[in-house]
């Protein structure tokens, strides 16, 4: 039977000889140095045991030396690799300490460390600086690892923001969804165990630690800074002192994207090759999707688009002309066909809308839905031109239909159309006017209050230079508006043929009003020739007095003939008009306005990626992720509902993770 034995320290110089160098020898040694945890100092009187349960269940047991180390020497083992398990405490009989079962060679001296005493918390990356990781808001993330020390422990811990111990606004579930089970705080970073997939929703109770450490995935969302807290609840072998914590932190700062992400790239545009470029945070994360819709049709009710060859080519798939008639709107035009839009196009306000709609991604696919020859609504009529306008955007398959146009949902059965197909998104503007829209007055903007599944949109001043958002003070808003979107001045994508063709069908109207009138005067002149002004011979002509008679009756029959053609009702047009141009045509393919018009395309742009990402989606849920997603914007709280500016990465993401549910 192998004996074993105990004694404190390390080996003497001929037990270190007889162990390491000969081979007759039938000695094996163990030398464990004991460390506190706190300060890896040597920790004397601690009372290790070691047993050999493949060895008899032999069983040894002593205290630690000054220099922290107690040595096991076993004589005569048969195999050549033996397994053991050590347990011990610190001199006081707390903190006590269970080690793994491993195994220590024949014939050798076999070393460990044994740390006793409150572990440890460590993050650790290395991109840390002094506890403080930064990321760049986007999908450009950052690892960090979550550590137990010694490294060999394993055990289970509380994840948590300190901010979300007060979280003031920074509240989630503003859309009030009953069906909402997020977290209650909105964090300004995502902690996930996977790049994409697997994310932490904190505060986690029981996050394990199984091996040396666990590799986390830092996401950018919102710049700001915040604070992740990780707390030991318990370790594997380990009694944790209740009255002493063990946590650490971490302090994670989001600087913003210097062009913003997802469809907010679009604010950023500045040539008409901007606006081909690909929303990469969509792109990216539609690809991790495992079944996203193909491609989606979106409706955009408003002036027509103009199909420029070019970057909305491919994106129209169809349209039709509800303009009312000519005795409604001037120079009305009745088309049923898009390939007869472009030489009806006198407004290039839907072109400009349906290019906000477009970006970043050529699977949304465009409905062409003409409610008038201007951005502005038919007047009264609701029922007649808006009601079957949706409901034929929604007989062709459009799961979202935006306008940027302003008229009153609740006439003309038009809340019926909305309710009918509740997986369709409707999106509406809050107005370009000094108005706070509340509750009550909701259904008037937009969508239906009662079915949920319309988005009504505020505007807001967009800094670009540092990402900030602020109010504006002729834009709607409110507690019954749903979120907020920048609706300052900003490029658009904007055909430069259509501006030509506009100038030019201004001008042609300039032209045709002038003949017009010209052919009428000239005939009315045929039949009351104008008197003729006399004119002197010569300048001392001037004083005869003959000549001054001739000019008193030539005024009084001036006179008589001007008061006839004003009762006749008949205009002198003057000189044929010279064309001018009502456009600038200097830009290229690009123009700048203003409005929350080209806003509210946005939340259509961004909607309809949502329910690509997770097709499951209602339009209901969309409206709620949409709010949900928001941040919370300083200066915005009051402004809508959702607190602030729309975040299109963070609704990105809420979106996968609802597809991967």
């Not at 107690?70 to 707390?94: A, H, R």
């Not at 604070?227 to 994670?252: C, F, N, R």
């Not at 696919?365 to 609701?382: F, G, H, I, R």
């Amino acid at each position: 039977m192998p004996e074993l034995t105990a004694k404190p320290g390390g080996l003497e110089p001929n037990e270190v000889d007889i162990v390491e160098t000969c081979k007759e020898s039938n000695k094996t040694a163990l030398v464990v140095k004991v460390v506190g945890l706190e300060s890896m100092a040597p920790l004397e009187n601690a009372t290790i045991k070691a047993t050999f349960p493949g060895v008899g269940d032999l069983t040894a047991e002593d205290k630690t030396d000054p220099s922290g180390q107690l040595t096991f020497i076993l004589d005569d083992l048969v195999s050549e690799t033996t397994p053991v398990q050590l347990e011990g405490s610190d001199p006081e009989g707390k903190n006590k300490r269970g080690m793994p079962a491993f195994e220590i060679k024949k014939k050798k001296v076999n070393s460990v460390t044994l740390g006793i005493g409150p572990p440890q918390l460590q993050f650790f990356s290395p991109d840390l600086e002094e506890d403080s990781l930064e990321v760049v808001q986007g999908l450009v993330q950052k690892t960090v690892q979550l550590k137990i020390l010694p490294p060999d422990l394993k055990g289970v811990v509380k994840l948590s923001l300190v901010e979300a111990e007060n979280p003031g606004e920074r509240l989630v579930n503003r859309a009030e969804d009953g069906d909402y089970d997020g977290p209650a705080y909105l964090s300004r970073f995502r902690l996930s165990e996977e790049t994409l997939k697997r994310p932490l929703k904190l505060p986690l109770e029981a996050f394990e630690i199984e091996g040396a450490s666990e590799f986390l995935y830092v996401t950018g969302l919102e710049p700001g800074t915040e604070t992740l807290k990780a707390e030991l609840v318990s370790v594997v072998g380990l009694e944790l002192d209740g009255d002493k914590p063990v946590s650490t932190t971490l302090e994670v700062k989001v600087t913003r994207a210097p062009t913003n992400t997802g469809g907010f790239r679009v604010y950023h545009a500045q040539t008409a090759d901007d606006f081909a470029l690909a929303d990469v945070e969509f792109q990216t994360i539609y690809a991790a999707c495992a079944a996203p819709k193909d491609s989606l049709k979106v409706a955009v009710m408003d002036s027509g688009i103009w199909d420029d060859g070019g970057y909305l080519k491919d994106r129209l798939v169809g349209g039709k002309m509800f303009t009312p008639p000519p005795d409604l709107v001037k120079d009305a035009v009745d088309v049923d066909d898009i390939s007869t839009f472009n030489t009806a196009l006198i407004d290039f306000h839907g072109t400009h809308v349906a290019g906000q709609v477009s970006f970043g991604t050529d699977k949304i696919k465009l409905l062409d839905v003409k409610l008038n020859n201007t951005q502005m609504a038919p007047k009264d009529k609701e029922g007649e031109v808006m009601k079957p306008a949706m409901e034929w955007a929604a007989s062709q398959g459009a799961e979202v239909i935006t306008t940027s146009v302003a008229f009153d949902w609740t006439k003309g059965g038009i809340q019926g159309v909305v309710s009918a197909h509740p997986n369709v998104v409707f999106v509406s503007t809050g107005g370009n006017n000094d108005v706070t829209i509340e509750p009550g007055a909701r259904d008037t903007y937009g969508g239906s209050y009662a079915s949920g599944n319309g988005v009504l949109g505020g505007g807001c001043y967009y800094n670009r230079e540092n990402g900030t958002a602020s109010p504006h003070s002729m834009r709607g808003r409110g507690p019954g508006v749903d979120l907020m979107v920048p609706a300052d001045n900003t490029t658009l994508y904007s055909p430069l043929d259509a501006r030509k063709n506009i100038n030019a069908y201004y001008n042609n109207q300039r032209r045709d009003a002038w003949v017009r009138k010209n052919e009428v005067f000239q005939q009315w002149l045929s039949e009351h020739p104008e008197p003729v002004e006399p004119k002197p011979a010569r300048l001392v002509d001037r004083m005869k007095p003959e000549f001054r008679q001739r000019v008193e009756e030539w005024e009084a029959a001036y006179k008589e003939w001007e008061a006839a053609r004003r009762k006749a009702d008949i205009e002198n047009p003057g000189d044929a008009p010279v064309d001018k141009d009502k456009y600038d045509v200097s830009g290229g393919n690009t123009h700048s306005d203003e409005g929350i018009s080209f806003g509210v395309p946005v939340i259509a742009n961004i909607a309809s990626k949502l329910k690509m990402l997770c097709p499951a989606l209602t339009g209901k849920q969309v409206r709620n992720l949409l709010i949900n997603a928001s941040d919370v914007s300083e200066g915005l709280e009051g402004l809508s509902k959702a607190k602030g500016v729309l975040n299109p990465l963070r609704a990105y993401l809420a979106a996968f993770d609802k597809a991967q549910a």
